[in-house]
Each structure stands twice: as C-alpha cells, then as structure tokens.
C-alpha cells in the first residue's frame, strides 16, 4: 500500500486566534519528522483567526499554512471542524497528521480518523520514522501507564496521532520567516451544526495550572489536615511552582480535586517533584513518575514512593519542610533577591527531544 | 416521547495489576481480574437517569470475549433492559476504527428492531469518557460518526433532555474551563467521572442478574463485511509492547541522626549540581 509522499500536518488548536502551546510544540516535532521524510511540515488552521496564528506557525518551523474559514468553525464543535479537516485532507493527501492530545483534539482526531477511515494512536509520548518503511512509530502509554506500545498504521494514510502536551519542547521562533499560504473555505454540511455552544464558564481558579508547573510540591495524608498545606503553599511560593495532592489528601477534603495528580487526576511532568507524606500508590505514579526529578519525604522507609525518587528522605515531614523552605530563603538571599525564583528559568534539560517514556531501542 | 438508549460497556483488567512478562516482552493479562471500565458505570447512571425521567429501554451493549457476559450481568443488575454482548473470534484485535465499526453494526440492528416494533429507534448512545486499558477516548466520536449523530464528549453534567424539542443539553468538561452545549437527538455523550456515580444496585437485583440471559451475538448475525472486522479491519498494528523506562530508586538523603536543615541544604545542593537551582547555600 501507499508510502506517503504527503506533507506532515499539525492542527493548530485555537480559539479567536489564541493557540494551545501544544501546537507550537508539534509543529517543532513535524518539522523534524518532515526532514527526515523529505517533505514539507504544514500548519492547519481552522476558524477566521487572521494572518497572526500563521506567522507564529511559520516562526515554529511550518512551511506551509492552511487557512480553513468558516464561520461555523468557531466556536469549536466537533463536527464542522471534522468536515473541514476531511474536506482538507483528502484534496492534499497528508501522509502524517498531529493533534494534541487534549479534550478538543482527541474528540476531533477521533471524528476525522473515522471519515477518512484510518488509524489513529492516541495520547502519544514519543515519535519517530521507521526509515526504511517510512512509517511513523508511535509510542504511547496504555494500562495506565504501566506498559508502553509502540503502534503503526502500515497501509492506511494518513497517519493519524494525537500527542501530550508538554512531551515535546516548542522550538525559539525564527523571526522574519515565511511560507505558502493557502486559503480555502470549506463546504460545510448544514446539519453539522446539530451542536451549539451556548455558555463557557471558565475555570473558576485560574491559579491551578500543574500542567505546565515547573515545579510541583505535592501533599498526601501524612499532612493529616488541610491548614498544613500551608507548609506545602509555602514551598511552592518560594520555588515558583504549584501545590498538588494525592487522592488521599483530595478525598479527606483537605484540598481540591483541581490539584490531584494520578490516574483519576492530571498527569504532570515538572523539572521538579516532591511528595510530601504521599505512600506513592500505582495510580498516584502513574500521574507523576515522568518529572524529571522526583524528591520523596515520607516516615515510612518502606514507603514505594521511594522506589521512584530520585532523592529520598525518611523522615517526618513536619521536621523537613520547614527545614526546606528556610533553606531555599537562605539561597534566595544569598543570591540577591527575594524576588528572583530560585529554579533556573530553562531548568531541566534532561527531558529529550523526543520525549519521556521512550523505548530501549 | 420516550428515550431510547444503548450503554457501550468494556470490560477491562484491572489495569494497575498488567505488566510486562520481562522474558518475553509480552503482556501478563493471565489471572488479572475483569472490572467494568469505571467510566462506563458513570455513562450507565446517565442512561439510567435519562430514563427514570422519560422512560424508554436502555440496552447495555459489549463487545468482547465470552467472559465479558459478567460486565454485563452487572448493567442488568443496575437495571437495563438489554443486554447484548458481540463476541466471535473475528472481533478479536480490533483497534477502535474496527470496534465502532462493529459497535455501529450492533447499534443499527438494535435500533431496528425497536422500530419494527414500533418504537422511534435509538436517541441516545452512552460511553465512558475514555477505556483504562486502551485509554485511547477514540470510540464514543468513531460511533457518532459511523451512526451520524450529534457527538458531546467529556460530559461532566448532563442537564435534562428535551423530548419536545429533541434536544439535550450538556456541560463538556475541557482543560479551560467547561462549555454548555445543546445538541440535537440523536447524540453520542462519552461520560466522565464528575457526573453521579453508579446508584445503588440492590442484592436481589444482582443475584437475579446473575443468572439472566444474556444475548450473544456472533459475526453472522450483523450487517458487516469480514474485512472490516477486527485485525484484519484494523488500520493501525502494535508493533511492539514494553515496560515504561523503571525509574531508578535514587539517593537517600537522610540519616539517622541528620538533622532536616543539613538534609535541606545538601538536597538543594544536589538539585545545584544538576542545574535546577541556583547558586550554593550560603550556609
Ligand atoms: C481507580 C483508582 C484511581 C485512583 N486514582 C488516584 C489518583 O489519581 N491519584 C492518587 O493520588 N491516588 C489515586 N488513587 C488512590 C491510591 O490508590 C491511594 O489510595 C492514594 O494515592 C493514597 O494517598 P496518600 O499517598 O496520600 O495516602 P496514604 O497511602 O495513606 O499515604 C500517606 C503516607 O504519608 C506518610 N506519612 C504519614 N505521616 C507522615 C509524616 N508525619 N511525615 C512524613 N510522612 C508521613 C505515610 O508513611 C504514608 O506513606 C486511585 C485509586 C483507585 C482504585
Ligand atoms: C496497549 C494498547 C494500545 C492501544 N492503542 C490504540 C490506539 O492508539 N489506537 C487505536 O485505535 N486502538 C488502540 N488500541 C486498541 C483499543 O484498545 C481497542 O480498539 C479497544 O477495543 C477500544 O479502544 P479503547 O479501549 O481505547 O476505548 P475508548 O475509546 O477509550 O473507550 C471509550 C468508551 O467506549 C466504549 N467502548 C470501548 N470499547 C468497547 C467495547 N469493546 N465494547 C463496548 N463498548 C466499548 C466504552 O463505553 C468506553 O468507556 C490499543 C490497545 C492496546 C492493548
């Protein structure tokens, strides 16, 4: 069956010209994998955004942008938003096409795979050409993360992916560069619009962007009540990171559901972890254990959480955090400033191009 | 107007207790106990919700190995009226184009004998938010497309339907924030967990489930093409499966008589060293 011989797409996930990072983050990712095919990475933009997401698109390594208007394209719904991305694919015959893997891509990935009948691996942590069969492998966690798959869709284009945010770094913008523009309106199916968004509420505490935290200094039971987060708040505030929390801290009603981490909360991957009087359960792993570096306090030696920390202390947590906090004020001010945060901005630098969770190859 | 459902339902291993066999780089799935997917009794407490307020059936629909009669068992348990399971070896393998392929072939035969018997076909098809083993959310959209209906996922409140109007309305939860939306019936809704949990399934109710029927339908009895089903139906292949990269235990820092603020500096030290922070204590 086919090798491709089409570009390499990312759908560029935005709303009134605002993009998800993830896209950016893709785009840096295809324009690798187009090199490697010898062929052109494309953004794809569907809604009337203007010239704008374009040019960042451009910036971000993108030779090509797609400007699919339509007013039923915004606000986001799934099923305009699938029409134009069929109608798109099967006049250019991508032989890749990438999604972040959010709430939004995952529900149009999923639409558009099915209409262009071809396969679609989901939730990706790594990417990489097969060479010699120029096929896209992609690798993806499954089981909650406890087993890893590295999946193909030998004879069907295009190959379809969506991808974690925050697996791949956004390539700096080169200014000043440029590309092929190309506008098209789709032909849109009147009945596509059988959904209407009537109402966003937004999220109510913006505060809470563990996502993309550098830093996450997360709490379990042994804080043994809510006004002791504050010892955690105070870490967090000090290193410029966000607080998080095991289910068990969640479910004793010491802190919200917005901060858990794990199989039922978010899955996070920060430069720095520390569990704080959190046991380390399977599910709580599965949302942390690819930070780069993971610091575990807990008074139980025995504790499984040690068996993924990169740095471990037994100990009482009572005793250590306030030992930390004063410790990081101390640098803090021998480094001049209180307000300078103590992490280095580009921290990290472990997290390879192509991302965690990969193979022994 | 009643409101006729189907409840897609997969049954799942446990998915905390699957490994990796370290000899053959295979997945030990032996004597791993089958749970029903979680989300998937969140999208049966819709269903069942849907029809305490309109009435209708609900037809809870699984496609897996015989042994998947147990999952359903259980939704009969909670109170369906149906329960079908697809279950041929021709199944087997399939990836989530092949699985709505078939699970839309299911549908179609299901909502077509409700209208033979006069009833108005199906209005409503429930799936979990995403599997926990496959995890890949990629069958409640696959459906609404195979079957052309309205598709809302990552429902964390489904609001009232309107029967008049065939219309529901629904609160999709996204990473900003949550958007209300009105879809026209038929919809496909994938549920997530912060819609109500599963009601109270009395004893009587599950030890008479236990042994009620369960209907099995093979390959034969739907309106498919061989090719389309299963791996063979499948457009993408695991070509290999492995144990996440194990992270390493690392150092201890603490020792029996260190005392926290030496442990502090001598982390932040270490943490220095690889370029995380800043500068050395000025201790
Ligand atoms: C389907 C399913 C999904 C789940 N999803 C998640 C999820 O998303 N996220 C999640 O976190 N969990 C999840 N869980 C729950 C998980 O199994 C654990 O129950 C939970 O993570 C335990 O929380 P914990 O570590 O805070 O509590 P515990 O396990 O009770 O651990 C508390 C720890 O604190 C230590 N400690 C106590 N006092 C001190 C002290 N003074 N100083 C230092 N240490 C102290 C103890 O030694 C202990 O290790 C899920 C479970 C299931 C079944
Ligand atoms: C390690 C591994 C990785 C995989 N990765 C991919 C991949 O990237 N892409 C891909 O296409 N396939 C993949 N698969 C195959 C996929 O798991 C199967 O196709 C599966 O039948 C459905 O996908 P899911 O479990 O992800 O379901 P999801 O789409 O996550 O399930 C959502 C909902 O759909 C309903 N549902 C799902 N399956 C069934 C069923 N059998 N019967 C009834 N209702 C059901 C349930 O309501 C469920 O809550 C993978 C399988 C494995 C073992």
């Not at chain 1, 400033?337 to 103590?342: K, L, R, T, V």
């Amino acid at each position: 069956m086919p090798v491709g011989s089409g570009d390499v797409w990312v759908v560029v996930e935005q709303e009134g010209g605002r993009a998800e990072p993830v896209s950016w983050e893709l785009m840096g990712e295809a324009a690798a994998l187009a090199r490697e095919l010898g062929v052109r990475p494309a953004a794809v933009i569907l809604g009337s955004t203007g010239r704008q997401l374009s040019r960042t698109a451009f910036s971000s390594g993108a030779e090509v942008a797609y400007l699919v208007e339509h007013p039923d394209l915004e606000p986001y719904t799934a099923d305009p938003h699938c029409q134009a991305l069929v109608e798109l694919a099967e006049k250019f015959s991508p032989q890749i096409i990438l999604l972040g893997a959010t709430t939004r891509g995952r529900d149009l990935a999923s639409a558009a795979a099915t209409e262009l009948e071809t396969g679609l691996t989901a939730d990706c942590t790594r990417l990489d050409i097969d060479t010699t069969k120029k096929l896209l492998r992609q690798t993806r966690p499954a089981f909650g993360g406890n087993v890893m798959a590295t999946i193909i869709t030998p004879h069907h284009l295009p190959q379809i992916a969506t991808v974690r945010p925050g697996v791949f770094t956004a390539p700096q913008p080169v200014e000043g560069v440029s590309g092929e523009t190309v506008v098209l309106k789709p032909h849109i199916k009147a009945a596509a619009t059988a959904v209407k968004q009537l109402q966003f509420a937004p999220n109510p505490n913006t505060g809470v962007t563990l996502n993309g935290a550098k830093v996450i200094v997360a709490g379990g039971r042994g804080l043994k009540a809510g006004r002791n987060f504050a010892l955690l708040e105070e870490l967090a505030a000090e290193l410029g990171g966000e607080v998080g929390a095991s289910r068990g801290a969640v479910d004793a009603g010491w802190i919200s559901q917005h901060r858990q981490v794990g199989q039922t909360g978010q899955t996070v991957r920060p430069v720095l972890y520390f569990a704080v009087g959190i046991s380390g359960a399977v599910q709580h792993l599965a949302g942390m254990q690819e930070s780069d570096v993971i610091v575990a306090i807990n008074n139980d030696p025995e504790a499984p959480i040690f068996e993924v920390a990169d740095y471990g202390i037994v100990g009482d947590l009572f005793d250590v955090m306030p030992a930390m906090i004063g410790e990081v004020k101390q640098r803090k001010l021998a480094a001049g400033g209180e307000a300078s945060p103590a992490l280095l901005k580009q921290g990290g630098g472990m997290r390879t191009k192509t991302g965690a969770g990969g193979g022994s190859e | 107007m009643q409101i006729n459902s189907i409840v897609c339902i997969k049954q799942v291993p446990d998915t905390t207790q699957v490994r990796i066999d370290p000899d053959s780089g295979s997945l030990i799935r032996q004597g791993i106990p089958s749970v029903i997917n979680p989300y998937d009794l969140y999208a049966l407490e819709a269903a069942l919700k849907v029809r305490d307020s309109h009435g209708g059936t609900i037809t809870a629909l699984s496609m897996g190995p015989p042994q998947a009669d147990e999952a359903l068992k259980k939704a009969i348990g909670y109170g369906v009226d149906r329960a079908v399971l697809l279950s041929d070896r021709a199944f087997a393998g399939a990836d989530t184009l092949a699985t709505t392929y078939t699970l839309s072939a299911a549908i179609r035969k299901i909502a077509g004998e409700l209208t033979a018997a006069g009833a108005a076909g199906i209005d409503m098809v429930f799936c979990g938010k995403q599997s926990i083993d496959g995890d890949t959310g990629q069958v409640g959209p696959g459906l609404a497309r195979r079957l052309d209906l309205s598709q809302v996922t990552y429902v964390c409140s489904l609001l009232e339907v309107d029967a008049e109007t065939r219309t529901v309305r629904a609160w999709r939860q996204r990473e900003d924030g949550r958007e209300l939306l009105e879809a026209r019936l038929p919809v496909a809704v994938t549920i997530t967990e912060a819609c109500n949990p599963i009601r109270y399934a009395a004893l009587p109710d599950l030890l008479w489930a236990a042994k009620a029927p369960v209907e099995v339908w093979s390959a034969g009895v739907l309106e498919v093409e061989p090719d389309r089903l299963g791996l063979k139906g499948s457009p993408t292949r695991v070509s290999k499966v492995f144990a996440p990269p194990a992270r390493e235990r690392g150092e201890t820092l603490s020792g029996p008589d260190r005392p926290p603020n030496e442990i502090a500096a001598a982390l932040f030290d270490k943490l220095a060293e690889r370029g995380l922070v800043i500068g050395g204590s000025s201790g």
